[in-house]
């Protein structure tokens, strides 16, 4: 494949990203990004940008929503030094714990911030789709809080694998609408949520779970999960004494990834993103989206997506719904193409073993999804002796406990198993 820009032009497309110029007016991050929505739709996201380019970096806003992480999500969320896994890896581990967030991960930081905007910009209901079921119940939880109906669409191979969540977003009041069209997951649920949304574009506001589709909810999730970053870089100077020498996060959207790594784009750190390998390398073993996809359109974002080689979109596996996803954000495509960011994958069987020695080593039953990052981190600690290693600790693992269940817990003893 022929690189996807000349290195000139990727260095100057990585400045501009880190001066905070991307995505550009027409949405895009270079060569990626922008908005291929069918014409029934473009109203109601044109409607979507005025609102955020009027509300978002509001004075009143920003107070309204900063009161919110505060008291209601519990921000800033702690950065945990993991002395037993250092031990371990012969690395020096710190984690960005937002599994301790409202409703355990990221997605409520999202999730509070497009509800508030909600609310300004005068929406009636809000239609949600999900994945893990995570940013459901963040959904659900948010809109609660700042009262409005909440309908949220969901694969049914998703509410099988996610069922105590399925729960909880009823429990929290929001409907759970049942998607029996195409993967019967997360890019099936989109496209229906996006079919309700042109129904009534003034009076849904359609909340979007990650930093992907058509802009500004790119732009927009990014700006709500840079929370994650900044509070991040501050603590481990605070902490640590420094920045670290490499952040890893792991990457299904992009959200809790780009919102770790926004922040840190300007200074001397790696950064290691991490999708799901899956059970292996052929098409639909895995949702190893950058590592192996190509250019594309995918839910109104040309971005980097898994295809055959007619264009048809590929069913993906992953054990973790959350990363269960066949595109990725498209600012990850352009930090993937500009060099900044490396991406690789972890398989299902690796994510399993780091969620159990997390457990077994820190006390953290975390996330699959996250355990795919501490996969890959415990693999570059091999060859990295000494360094300083920041992990996104995106999410808790309670949610998994039906899938998990299936694999009996293995003790470890030996430090080098
Ligand atoms: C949803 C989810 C993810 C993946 O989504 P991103 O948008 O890539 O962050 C990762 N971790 C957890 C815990 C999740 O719930």
Redesign the pocket.
């Known amino acids: 494949m022929k690189p996807l820009l000349q290195a000139d032009e990727a260095q100057a497309l990585l400045d501009a990203s880190i001066r905070g110029e991307l995505p550009d007016e027409r949405g895009r991050f270079g060569p990626f990004g922008g908005r291929y929505v069918p014409e029934t739709l473009v109203p109601a996201f044109e409607r979507l940008e005025a609102g955020v380019r009027e509300h978002l970096h509001d004075a009143g806003f920003q107070q309204d929503l900063q009161r919110e992480l505060r008291e209601w999500v519990g921000r800033p969320t702690a950065l945990t030094h993991a002395p037993r896994l250092s031990e371990r890896w012969g690395t020096e581990v710190w984690l960005k714990r937002e599994d301790l967030a409202h409703t355990g991960?990221?997605?409520i930081n999202n999730a509070i911030g497009q509800a508030l905007l909600a609310k300004r910009l005068g929406a009636q209901r809000v239609i949600a789709e999900t994945?893990?079921g995570?940013?459901g119940v963040a959904s659900a939880a948010a809109c609660a809080r700042v009262g409005l109906p909440c309908c949220v669409y969901m694969g049914t191979v998703d509410m099988q694998r996610q069922a105590p969540n399925v729960d909880r977003m009823e429990r929290l009041g929001a409907e759970v609408v049942a998607v029996e069209t195409g993967d019967k997951t997360l890019r099936a649920a989109i496209d229906e949520a996006m079919r309700k949304w042109v129904t009534d574009p003034s009076g849904i506001y359609y909340l979007l779970g990650?930093?992907v589709g058509a802009h500004p909810y790119p732009y927009l999730v990014r700006e709500l999960q840079s929370v994650i970053g900044k509070e991040a870089r501050q603590q481990m100077i605070d902490q640590a004494g420094g920045l670290p020498d490499v952040a890893f996060a792991?990457?299904?959207?992009?959200?809790?990834?780009i919102g770790l790594f926004y922040p840190l784009l300007g200074d001397d750190i790696e950064l290691i993103g991490v999708e799901a390998g899956g059970t292996g390398d052929g098409l639909g073993q895995n949702a190893a989206t950058l590592a192996t996809g190509t250019p594309g359109v995918l839910q109104g974002s040309y971005t980097i997506i898994l295809q055959d080689d007619d264009g048809q979109v590929q069913e993906t596996h992953s054990i973790s719904a959350?990363?269960d996803y066949s595109g990725v954000g498209p600012e990850h495509a352009l930090l993937q193409a500009t060099g900044r960011v490396t991406y690789i994958s972890a398989t299902d069987d690796e994510a399993l073993a780091a969620l159990a020695e997390l457990c077994e080593a820190e006390g953290i039953l975390t996330?699959l999804?996250?355990a795919h990052a501490y996969a890959a981190a415990r693999e570059w600690s091999k060859d990295n002796p000494g360094k300083r290693i920041l992990i996104g600790n995106?999410?808790r693992g309670d949610k998994d406990m039906p899938t998990l269940t299936q694999y009996p817990p293995r003790i470890r003893t030996d430090a080098s198993a």
């Open positions: 991960a990221h997605k994945g893990a995570q940013h990650s930093a792991c990457v299904g959207g992009g959200s809790n990834s959350g990363l996330a999804e996250t995106s999410g």
